[in-house]
C-alpha cells in the first residue's frame, strides 16, 4: 500500500514535467517558429538562405527584418537563429553613432555594412529547446529593440 502512494505521488509530482517539456520549442522547425510569428500577429514566410540553410522573412514597424537560422546539420536540425534588419540611409551612420547605440542597448548589436548602413542583428540561442513564453518574449524584445533603433536614426 505504501509504495503504490510513493508513486501515485511521485507521478503526480512528475506530470507538470512531461506537460511542460512538450511546450518547448527548438530551431529545428522552421515551420514552428513560423507559426509562432504568426500566432503574434505578425507575417511569416519560410524561404532559403544563400547556403540552403531555412530563412524567415518577416516585418514590423514597416520594415522587412529575416529570421536566419544556425548551427545547421545540412541545412536542417538547426541550434541558433539571429534577427536581422538593414537600412538604407541616404548618407550612412556613422560609427560613433553605432557605438553609441550599442553603448545602450544589450540585446542587439549594431554595425555598418560596406555602403556605411545600420545592421541591426540579435542572436538566440534555442539549443535544448525554450518554453513558448520565453519565445514569445524574445521575439517582443527583438521588436522593441527594432523599434528603438529606428527611433535613434530617426529613420
Avoid at 64 to 71: A, P
Avoid at 114 to 133: A, C, H, I, K, T
Wanted: net charge negative; aromatic share 12%.
Amino acid at each position: 500500500m505504501f509504495g503504490k502512494s510513493v508513486i501515485a505521488a511521485m507521478a503526480i509530482t512528475l506530470a507538470p514535467l512531461g506537460a511542460h517539456a512538450q511546450a518547448l520549442v527548438d530551431a529545428s522547425d522552421p515551420e514552428v517558429l513560423a507559426a509562432l510569428i504568426q500566432d503574434l500577429g505578425y507575417k511569416a514566410s519560410i524561404d532559403v538562405d544563400s547556403v540552403g540553410d531555412p530563412l524567415i522573412r518577416s516585418s514590423a514597424h514597416g520594415y522587412k527584418f529575416n529570421v536566419f537560422f544556425y548551427d545547421c546539420v545540412e541545412n536542417t536540425e538547426c541550434k541558433a537563429i539571429q534577427f536581422k534588419v538593414g537600412f538604407d540611409m541616404e548618407d550612412g551612420i556613422s560609427l560613433t553613432r553605432i557605438q553609441n547605440f550599442n553603448q545602450l542597448k544589450r540585446w542587439v548589436n549594431v554595425y555598418a555594412n560596406e555602403e556605411s548602413n545600420p545592421q541591426v542583428e540579435m542572436d538566440y540561442n534555442l539549443r535544448g529547446g525554450v518554453s513558448v513564453e520565453n519565445f514569445n518574449d524574445t521575439f517582443d524584445w527583438w521588436l522593441v529593440m527594432m523599434e528603438e533603433f529606428i527611433e535613434y536614426i530617426d529613420f
